[in-house]
């Protein structure tokens, strides 16, 4: 992992079909799409807006709550600093426009 890290953006596509654990390459395109969305093709923007959009909705379950528990998080806690609380309220709601779950 450390020589992935040091690794340029632009080396890590192609990297997938190297590894021999068959968990690596997902890690890899998650990495890739996290950190270096510039580096990801159509089909790949398509895949992880998909991806995005399941985690957030709670249609795909995974670690961390998706945008529904997050906005119940945020109200359960009083003793939060008023603008830290309201960073993380817009950020929820740039994340859920950005990935089209502004009804939510």
Do not use: I
Request: proline share 9%; charged share 25%.
């Amino acid at each position: 992992m450390q020589k992935l890290h040091r690794l340029p953006p632009v080396q890590l596509v192609g990297l997938a079909d190297q590894f021999q654990d068959p968990r690596l390459p997902e890690l890899l395109f998650r990495y890739r799409a996290r950190n270096f969305p510039d580096t990801l093709n159509a089909e790949e923007q398509q895949r992880w807006t998909r991806f995005c959009q399941q985690r957030l909705s709670g249609a795909s379950r995974g670690p961390g709550p998706n945008y529904r528990d997050f906005q119940d998080l945020l109200k359960a806690l009083p003793k939060m600093a008023p603008a830290l609380k309201l960073e993380l309220q817009d950020y929820a709601a740039t994340l859920a426009q950005r990935f089209g779950l502004s009804g939510l």
